[in-house]
């Protein structure tokens, strides 16, 4: 990890709108006694990065304006429907996932009845975990498609997800260990 900031999140936020507002870098490090270095490393990728959405936003809304009247209302009307569509997706892929999971689970449960001994004689189970197992399957369908139609960015996100703490067990007390325990084992 690095080294903990010595500006505030209210005083780096203020940098990015200076940034935006056309303040130079060097000037802002002097006033704020930082490297410059420092704030680029920080912030101009972002600033960069919200800049291009801007322009895209204000030449976007130059092509609206171009267009006739009606044109417009449409293109405003299509991209509201389009908005949705994204949105109704989205809740369709989790809620889709979320009835994967529970399907899976109660596949699971099913698996239990099966006997190991003699697994033919459990036909019914059997048929169950497989009716479980491709209803899970297709509820699963959206949301799978959407990452993969998206695994671009999904990749990014695991990519930026920072790491997962680590703990060092022979630095825990002995209750603290049962309890970090307990939890992965419920998990």
Known sequence: ??????????????????????????????????SEAAIR????????????????????ERAVQALPIPAQITAHN?????RA????????????AATAHRLNALANSEVA?????DPLKSGDSLKGVMVLSRLANDSAS????????NKESVQKLNEDAPPAPTVDPSKLSDSALAELMAARAQA
């Open 1 to 34: 990890m690095g080294r903990r900031s010595k500006l505030t999140d209210a005083q780096w936020a203020d940098i990015e709108r200076r940034m935006l507002e056309g303040e130079a870098v060097r000037a802002l490090a002097r006033e704020f006694q930082v």
């Open 41 to 60: 490393a920080r912030k101009s990728t972002q600033v960069e990065q919200i800049k291009s959405v801007a322009n895209q936003i204000v030449a976007t």
């Open 78 to 82: 299509l991209a509201a429907k389009l």
């Open 85 to 96: 569509i994204s949105d109704n997706l989205a809740s369709a892929a989790h809620y889709g």
């Open 113 to 117: 009845k099966i006997d190991d001994a």
């Open 142 to 149: 959206i949301a799978l498609n959407l990452l993969a139609a």
